[in-house]
């Protein structure tokens, strides 16, 4: 929110977030972190800021340069071996907030805080 904020104030121009994530590779953080992040864009918005897009980080797990396979950034966990792609809680989370158009207080008391 601040940074979002910070940025608008300053520069007056639209605002797209295209890479947001978390490493979690036991996938307790992630739908919170998310929920949070979603939460903390709207605010900006809410007070004026021209948010006009967001992309988390990632879609699946991928390839980290410096770390390999090891992170696990991606809504959809990836099995190498077998390539099957699971969802994370976070695209539980996610699906919730596009469905409601918005972080609703209930998303945010499930999911987030």
């Known amino acids: 929110h601040d940074?979002?904020?910070?940025?608008?104030?300053?520069?007056k121009l639209p605002?797209?977030?295209?890479?947001?994530?978390?490493?979690d590779r036991s996938d307790t953080q992630r739908a919170k972190f998310l929920v949070d992040h979603l939460a903390?864009?709207?605010q900006a918005r809410d007070e004026g800021a021209e948010?006009?897009?967001?992309?988390?980080?990632?879609?699946?797990?991928?390839?980290?340069?410096?770390?390999g396979f090891a992170p696990k950034f991606g809504l959809y966990t990836v099995d190498y071996a077998?390539?099957?792609?699971?969802?994370?809680?976070?695209?539980?989370?996610?699906?919730?907030?596009?469905?409601a158009g918005k972080v609703t207080p209930e998303i945010q008391q499930k999911y987030g805080q």
């Open 3 to 11: 940074l979002v904020k910070r940025y608008w104030d300053t520069f």
């Open 51 to 67: 948010v006009w897009g967001y992309t988390y980080w990632s879609l699946i797990d991928n390839f980290e340069w410096a770390k």
């Open 82 to 99: 077998t390539q099957a792609r699971t969802p994370t809680k976070g695209v539980e989370a996610y699906q919730a907030v596009i469905k």
């Open 40 to 42: 903390a864009l709207q």
């Open 15 to 23: 605002i797209v977030i295209t890479e947001n994530g978390i490493a």
